[in-house]
């Protein structure tokens, strides 16, 4: 069952840990290119700063973004601030995200994110922590898929895992946190074209999942003839 105040506190030291290691950067290392395509570290931590809004958005009520133009435009114009005030709005919006979070709701109500996508209030939190860590790691200063919190890893899996479920354009995948058929497991893809089983460890399970890292380059091919390719997420 998800528990929401968890995920806040979980949200809190994610947060934490980012902050930290910004903290370390100086102006010209924030304009300097992160590991996403075309975006700076600068644009990371305007992301950052700006889906805390939108969640903030999303759990009262209003649409997540303006919409995707706003979205895209917000993040181009906060990306080339000075360390000092990307930092600043990090932790701002972070907080205010964490003050919505603490008042009294019902956190079994649908609630709509981007392009139609419905969640619970209780997954929100969730969701959240998956900005802030993953976002950490793209940044590319220090913090790598295998210095994740195992607990977050592990529901992220069964998290990426269940939105390609169905998805036509990947084959039947099982991926297995190992190598032999006892290890636990998770299903995704389609159900077109052969079967595919990979195993690996979590950071490399993940990183195939949400394309980062090495994108399960080191994967193991348990059964099948090479590793599918994802679209983009």
Known sequence: ?????????????????LLHAAASLD????????????????????????????????????PMYADAATRDSDIERDAPRALAAQIADVRETGERFQAVGAEPADWQRTVELRNGVTDRAARV?????????LHHVDLGIG??????????????????????????????????????????????????????????????????LSGRGDEGAHLAVLEGDHLPNLPPL
Do not use: C
């Not at 590991?35 to 992301?47: E, Y």
């Not at 969730?126 to 900005?131: C, G, L, M, N, S």
């Open 1 to 17: 069952m998800i528990d929401h105040v968890r995920d806040l506190a979980s949200v809190r030291e994610a947060t934490e840990r």
């Open 27 to 62: 102006n010209a290392a924030v304009a300097e290119p992160s590991r996403l395509p075309g975006w700076t570290r600068g644009h990371v931590l305007a992301h950052v700063a700006r889906n805390a809004d939108a969640l903030v958005n999303v759990l009262q009520g209003r």
């Open 125 to 133: 939190p969730f969701r959240r922590w998956v900005e802030v860590e």
């Open 143 to 208: 913090y790598e898929l295998e210095d994740l919190p195992e607990e977050f890893v592990l529901r992220e899996i069964d998290f990426l895992a269940d939105r390609w479920s169905g998805r036509p354009e990947v084959p039947p995948v099982t991926l297995r946190l190992g190598y032999d058929e006892d290890s636990p497991s998770w299903r995704t893809g389609g159900d077109k074209g052969d079967a595919v089983v990979l195993g690996g460890t979590r950071a490399e399970l993940l990183g195939w």
